[in-house]
């Protein structure tokens, strides 16, 4: 599986369609373990590009601070779950509660 995480300073990025990189890892499922961590620059901020491009780096899953109700919809078409909500941590913490059915999210922070 790979999770796809938007990164500012180390940390999740609560503005999702703004972040200038991505944090992908791929992950172990059965055992919970992290196989490898990459960071990605993230392509230049365009509406709907997103989607397409996460989808076309094999992401399964992503974890979000905020994100609009319209890119939800086209993740949604690319078979890509989306998670909002999630707190402003770290990427090492975020993927161990999320495999280990810890993750909390809250209410999502994108009004859009």
Known sequence: ???AIPVANGKLNMHFGHC????MIDVDVDS???LVTEMI???P???GLLPKWLGERRVDVVIAGGMGQRAQRL???KYITVLVGASSDTVEKLVDD???DR???GVNLCDH
């Open 1 to 3: 599986m790979r999770i």
């Open 20 to 23: 200038a990189e991505f944090a």
């Open 32 to 34: 919970k373990k992290v």
């Open 41 to 43: 620059p993230a392509p």
């Open 45 to 47: 901020h365009e509406p």
């Open 75 to 77: 993740f949604a078409e």
């Open 98 to 100: 999320y495999l280990n």
């Open 103 to 105: 993750l909390t999210t």
